[in-house]
């Protein structure tokens, strides 16, 4: 049975996929024991089509005209189709986060880092996430279980209970 958190259905999953967005580029916010269960819900199943999707590749090869007008043969590592299905269920269920500045970084340095990246989040998940937690199932022998929930006590003020969420 879904938790209604006390919202209405379009805020509610505005929320949870806030912060199921949240989890995923931090790795770890405080939130209420209801909430945090509906986030590990939501970010396990995201981060399982990611596992299952994130190694394929298609190669490509593409002809181009240098500089002198003579054809090159340019090959590209594309998404294949599932791949590329998993990153446009994942856009759609997240937000997009986009890039910070590190503190005291060049404006042109900053460019250059982050020039070839367009959707930083969905890429952190299929470069770090998806490859380490696919090892780790290939370790253990087991999918899922990406994050945990640790349940701190009550919230002053309201006297909610809160917990932490975080993937492992």
Known sequence: MARKLGM?????????????T???????????????????????????????????????TKTRYNLKGEEVAVE???????K??????????LYDIQQQREKGEKAAAFKERTKDINHPLIEKIFNDYAPHFAKRAEEVGQ??????????????????????????
């Open 8 to 20: 209405r259905t379009q805020l509610r999953m505005a929320v949870l996929k806030h912060q199921v």
């Open 143 to 168: 999918g899922g279980g990406y994050t945990r929930i640790i349940k701190l006590g009550t919230r002053r003020g309201d006297n909610a209970e809160t917990a932490i969420v975080e993937l492992i």
């Open 84 to 93: 590329l299905s998993a990153r446009r269920r994942l856009m759609s269920s």
């Open 22 to 60: 949240d989890l995923l580029w931090y790795g770890k916010i405080e939130t209420t024991v209801d909430r945090a269960k509906d986030v590990r819900r939501i970010a396990e199943k995201l981060i399982t089509l990611a596992v299952k999707t994130y190694d394929d590749k298609v190669t490509v």
């Open 76 to 82: 590209f590592e594309n998404d294949g189709p599932k």
